[in-house]
């Protein structure tokens, strides 16, 4: 069974302040993505990272993906109230069976305090 | 655009009864998915459909059955309802494999008393 753990668990910080959430595993996958999930909705696919290294920006948030494609970090500059969430990362297996099967992190739960 | 549409969005069953919840996508995507949130644990694949008519176990399938009559419908059966069934259920569509640029629905709060 692949794993990715995400740390830290929970993260409470003020509005403005920077921030890293962080997605680690010992398997490689073929790609990863970030969801990010509101309470009482279902995710919402923010990125997907395919190649080693690669690195993706969407406004404020800047996603990395590691050059070994086992581990990926999400950053946020000049946090907002409305970045409160949780954020899940999710990853496809890079070979053998399952491919279909994505893995998912436990999740971030990200508070933002105005 | 409707997306994925889920149906109940909530639902209190007693043990030992069944149900099905409802999947509906209408972006003609072949991979459809169902998963179970439970607190603090991550979503976890029940089963998964690569296109109409091919189904597949996901890592807890226990307890839970699925059909893919159609492209656009999905649907998760409960038999014998458990306590242990409790959950947020989720089901997902995406245009490419591995679950890849997958949208979601809205989920099923489903407790089972």
């Known amino acids: 069974t692949q794993l990715l753990e995400q740390s830290p668990q929970f993260l409470s910080i003020q509005e403005g302040e920077n921030l890293t959430v962080y997605c680690n595993s010992s398997?490689?996958?073929?790609?990863l993505q970030w969801y990010r999930q509101e309470p009482g909705e279902g995710p919402v696919l923010l990125v997907t990272?395919?190649?080693?290294?690669e690195v993706k920006k969407l406004k404020r948030l800047t996603f990395q993906f590691g050059d070994a494609r086992k581990d990926s970090s999400l950053h946020i500059t000049a946090a907002q109230p409305g970045d409160t969430g949780l954020y899940l990362c999710?990853?496809?297996?890079?070979?053998?069976?399952?491919?279909?099967?994505?893995?998912f992190g436990k999740g971030t739960k990200l508070s933002v305090i105005p | 655009n409707a997306g994925v549409t889920q149906t109940p969005k909530f639902r209190i069953l007693k043990i030992g009864q069944s149900m099905t919840l409802q999947c509906t996508q209408d972006?003609?995507?072949?991979?459809m998915y169902w998963y179970r949130q439970d607190p603090g644990m991550g979503l976890k694949l029940i089963y998964y459909?690569?296109?109409?008519?091919?189904?597949d176990k996901g890592e807890v399938p226990n307890g839970y059955n699925v059909s893919r009559s159609t492209t656009e419908d999905f649907p998760l059966r409960l038999e014998l309802a458990a306590p242990s069934q409790t959950s947020v259920y989720f089901c997902?569509?995406?245009?490419?494999?591995?679950?890849?640029?997958?949208?979601f629905g809205q989920g099923t709060r489903l407790t089972v008393v």
């Open positions: 997902a569509s995406s245009y490419l494999p591995e679950g890849r640029g997958a949208f």
């Open positions: 398997s490689v996958f073929s790609s």
């Open positions: 990272v395919v190649t080693g290294g």
């Open positions: 999710a990853g496809a297996p890079a070979s053998g069976a399952g491919s279909y099967q994505l893995t």
């Open positions: 972006m003609n995507h072949n991979y």
């Open positions: 459909s690569v296109g109409a008519g091919i189904t």
